[in-house]
């Protein structure tokens, strides 16, 4: 129950961290949530396995700052995802424009579900075969 | 048969992606502006604060554009292998001091040298994001029509001058401007 209590106390902790790293102020709620979605898909180029809403890397807070700014002069989603993807390339999309050098990273999940369905139809058929042979051979 | 080689197909095939994946470097991050042209800027000069440079300042003549930091331990690292670049050609070098104070850029220029034909600072601002800089050291290498043509990231090594940048000058020089 304690250690139950003290998770439950991290927690806490952590959700009040994430909200004091730095506070934007928008005009409305629509740009709040444009300003929370791209810092959620733009990467952070240094920590590189990290977005940019998770990071404390310097370069992480200027993003935020220049994505808060282009937010409050109106621009919209689509506009500042292309103004770093100029600058940084696809790299810093977290979900990457379908091209033939990612195709492999789109499709790539989808071929190998396939690959496996296939090979447990396989598999099955094999084994109700079998099975069916050696039914007949105890029916003889 | 088939039993083992298909296993062993599937073997071969995940060992050659690891392999790719092993000799693939995470910092290498292509940049989008190669053979585009150099992005603006306007920031003041480290030694001549009156003074501005800007990218056309520089055209017509190829020139090399070094991103770094007196607080960055790899470019302290990096600082005298600049200086034997910049001994080693005479394509100017222009130092863009990030994110750093006037007052610890020029300490460190005094202390390792100077290997910048011109150097400017910015504090803040956007400068580092419009040259899509992650990472500093980093270098960047326009031709005589301010198209970027080379992006070098981390600090350059002895074998980097000899085997990338002065092959790359030459052959930069030689274009038509």
Known sequence: MRSYIFCLLLLLNTAVLAVSIDAKKFASAEQEATYSTLIAELRCL??????????????????????????????????????????????????????????????????????????????????????????????? | MLKFIIPLLLFIVMAVFLALGLKLNPRDIPSP??????????????????????ETDMQGKVWLLNVWASWCVSCRAEHPILNRLAHKTSV????????????????????????????????????????GVYGVPETFVMDKKNIVRYKHTGPITPDDIEKIFLPLITKLQAENA
């Not at chain 1, 935020?64 to 700014?69: K, P, T």
């Not at chain 1, 689509?78 to 993807?85: A, F, G, T, V």
């Not at chain 1, 690959?115 to 051979?137: C, D, H, P, W």
């Open chain 1, 46 to 140: 240094v920590c590189q396995n990290e977005n940019i809403a998770n990071s404390n890397a310097d370069l992480a807070k200027d993003l935020r700052r220049q994505v808060a700014e282009m937010v409050n002069q109106g621009k919209s989603k689509q506009e500042i995802k292309h103004y770093m993807q100029t600058r940084y390339g696809d790299f810093v999309l977290y979900r990457p424009p379908f091209k033939i050098k990612t195709g492999l990273l789109w499709i790539g999940p989808f071929a190998f579900l396939l690959i496996g369905l296939i090979v447990i139809y396989l598999y099955a058929r094999r084994k109700k075969r079998l099975k069916t042979i050696t039914l007949n051979e105890e029916e003889k």
């Open chain 2, 33 to 54: 502006y190669i053979n585009k042209s150099a992005p603006h800027f306007s920031l003041v000069q480290l030694h001549a604060p009156e003074k501005r440079l800007t």
């Open chain 2, 92 to 131: 100017p070098i222009v130092g863009l001091d990030y994110k750093d104070t006037v007052g610890a850029a020029k300490n460190l220029l005094l202390q390792l040298g100077n290997p910048y034909t011109i150097s400017i600072i910015y504090p803040e601002g956007r400068a580092g994001i419009d040259w």
